[in-house]
């Protein structure tokens, strides 16, 4: 397919494509994505931890 001229996406890619504006609701796709990618799971948790930090 891609030596025909097709963009192959991964399923990340079309969740982040579906959702289109993180700002409506980001816990819950940070939720599904970080249930099935762990370093993305990996870097919310250091974001909210840094973002706690900060606001103390």
Same mark, same amino acid.
């Given at each position: *397919?891609?030596?025909?001229?097709?963009?192959? $996406?991964?399923?990340?890619?079309?969740?982040?494509?579906?959702?289109?504006?993180?700002?409506?609701?980001?816990?819950?796709?940070?939720?599904?994505?970080?249930?099935?990618?762990?370093?993305?799971?990996?870097? *919310?948790?250091?974001?909210?931890? $840094?973002?706690?930090?900060?606001?103390?």
């Amino acid at each position: *397919m891609s030596a025909a001229g097709v963009q192959l $996406m991964n399923w990340f890619a079309v969740a982040c494509e579906l959702h289109r504006d993180w700002r409506r609701d980001v816990e819950g796709l940070a939720t599904l994505l970080g249930d099935h990618i762990p370093d993305y799971r990996n870097l *919310m948790t250091s974001y909210a931890a $840094m973002r706690g930090k900060s606001a103390a």
